[in-house]
């Protein structure tokens, strides 16, 4: 049978984007990362905050889902659904991999990259930190030509330049008070900023911690 993808459509600086997400708080990767000692971004989680208050009962449940589908099998036949709407193929100019969770596993990664070539129409933009996946990933295979790769910097104030190998674009997290000229995620809409979603702009990207 074809195993279903559930699509959630975003608000707020993301309206008009849709996105895939998986469970953060069943992701052994994002819960280290939020418990650790050290202060990085992780510290500071929306998604694993959001859920852990279970301000959105139905959320997790879904983003759950998410993460058995597509952590678990190298899906051969899927199909999205979004509400009640059930489709095989998107529609979308851009699109989001992760507006909640962190890569799981290879399998995720791939089942990604897949979803990406299946749809070659649609930009797909995909945030990581897992260097270790992407790499292991590009020995044996490319990048889908329509997939942005950003590397989601880990560290507060600690401004990277460029991107790491392999990927597109970096995306650095500073205090409000820091390196202020560099900031150039200041809160409009993604939607007519869109410097994440296209190679042609620029791929250092700050934002102010919230």
Same mark, same amino acid.
């Given at each position: 049978?074809?195993?279903?993808?559930?699509?959630?459509?975003?608000?707020?600086?993301?309206e008009?984007?849709?996105?895939?997400?998986?469970?953060?708080?069943?992701?052994?990767?994002?819960?280290?990362?939020?418990?650790a000692k050290?202060e990085?971004?992780?510290?500071f989680?929306?998604?694993?905050?959001t +859920?852990?208050r279970?301000i959105y009962?139905?959320?997790?449940?879904?983003?759950?889902?998410n993460?058995? @589908?597509?952590?678990?099998?190298? +899906?051969?036949?899927?199909?999205?659904?979004?509400?009640?709407? @059930?489709?095989?193929?998107l529609n979308?100019?851009?699109?989001?991999?992760?507006?909640?969770g962190?890569?799981?596993?290879?399998?995720?990664? @791939?089942?990604?990259m897949?979803?990406a070539?299946?749809?070659?129409?649609?930009t797909?933009?995909?945030?990581?930190?897992?260097?270790?996946?992407?790499n292991?990933?590009?020995?044996?295979?490319?990048?889908p030509?329509? @997939?942005?790769?950003?590397?989601?910097?880990?560290?507060?104030?600690?401004?990277?330049?460029?991107?790491?190998?392999g990927?597109?674009?970096?995306?650095?997290?500073?205090?409000?008070?820091?390196?202020?000229?560099?900031?150039n995620?200041?809160g409009?809409?993604?939607?007519?900023?869109?410097?994440?979603?296209?190679?042609?702009?620029?791929?250092?990207?700050?934002?102010?911690?919230?």
């Amino acid at each position: 049978r074809k195993m279903i993808i559930g699509i959630s459509k975003l608000n707020g600086k993301l309206e008009g984007f849709r996105a895939i997400g998986t469970n953060t708080r069943t992701n052994k990767f994002c819960v280290k990362m939020n418990s650790a000692k050290k202060e990085t971004i992780c510290k500071f989680c929306y998604s694993h905050a959001t +859920l852990e208050r279970g301000i959105y009962k139905d959320l997790e449940p879904f983003l759950q889902s998410n993460t058995e @589908v597509l952590g678990n099998t190298i +899906l051969k036949e899927y199909v999205f659904r979004q509400g009640s709407t @059930v489709t095989t193929k998107l529609n979308d100019a851009y699109f989001r991999f992760q507006q909640h969770g962190e890569l799981i596993n290879m399998t995720h990664f @791939v089942n990604l990259m897949n979803i990406a070539l299946d749809n070659p129409k649609t930009t797909f933009a995909c945030w990581t930190k897992r260097k270790d996946i992407l790499n292991k990933y590009r020995k044996e295979n490319d990048i889908p030509e329509n @997939v942005i790769m950003v590397y989601s910097n880990p560290e507060i104030n600690k401004i990277l330049d460029a991107p790491p190998e392999g990927f597109d674009k970096v995306f650095n997290n500073v205090w409000k008070d820091y390196a202020v000229e560099k900031q150039n995620c200041t809160g409009q809409k993604c939607m007519d900023c869109l410097r994440c979603y296209d190679k042609e702009k620029g791929n250092v990207i700050v934002e102010a911690v919230k």
